[in-house]
């Protein structure tokens, strides 16, 4: 799957997290690409609210690691300031994916080796006008049937 979704503010981004957020599941892994200020963070900070976390993401932050309780917690790394996975981050990542968490990952390359084949992939780019982003949405048919209907 290959799926192209266009926001034209803020609250169109967080709106589209929402309602991924709100479709996935326990051991969910999504990648997020993108420079800096595509839209990332407001995304998750959707995604939460969909997830039915009550701690909103923010960004920037200086913690690579935050971890929103929730009926499914929602795990948030944000890898912008590590050059290369050293062993914690490793293994914090690892842990992570365990199952019970749906993990988000910012800035996903230095722990490229480390992540499922089945994760979303999303990246993010600008659009025609400064408000507008595109995002490109890629995963295997599960992700297909799960996302159906995203946007509607
Ligand atoms: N359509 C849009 N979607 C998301 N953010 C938008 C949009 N239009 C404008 N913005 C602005 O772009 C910025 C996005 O910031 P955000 O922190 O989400 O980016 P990020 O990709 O997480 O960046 P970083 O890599 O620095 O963490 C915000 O200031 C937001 O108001
Ligand atoms: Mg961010």
């Not at 929402?18 to 996935?24: I, K, P, S, T, V």
């Amino acid at each position: 799957m290959r799926s192209m979704i266009t926001t034209n503010s803020v609250e169109e981004t967080e709106t589209l997290g929402e309602r991924l957020g709100a479709r996935l599941f326990p051991g969910s892994v999504v990648t997020l690409e993108g420079d800096l200020g595509a839209g990332k963070t407001a995304l998750i900070r959707g995604v939460c609210r969909g997830a039915g976390c009550r701690v909103r993401a923010s960004s920037p932050t200086y913690a690579l690691m935050h971890l929103y309780e929730g009926p499914v917690p929602v795990c948030h790394f944000d890898l912008y300031r590590v050059a290369r996975a050293d062993e914690w981050v490793a293994m914090e990542v690892e842990e992570q994916m365990d199952g019970h968490n749906i993990v988000l990952i910012e800035w996903p390359g230095p722990v490229a080796e480390l992540l499922p084949a089945d994760r979303l992939g999303i990246t993010i780019a600008p659009g025609a006008h400064g408000e507008q982003r595109v995002f490109a949405l890629t995963g295997d048919s599960d992700w297909q049937r799960r996302l159906e209907g995203l946007t509607e």
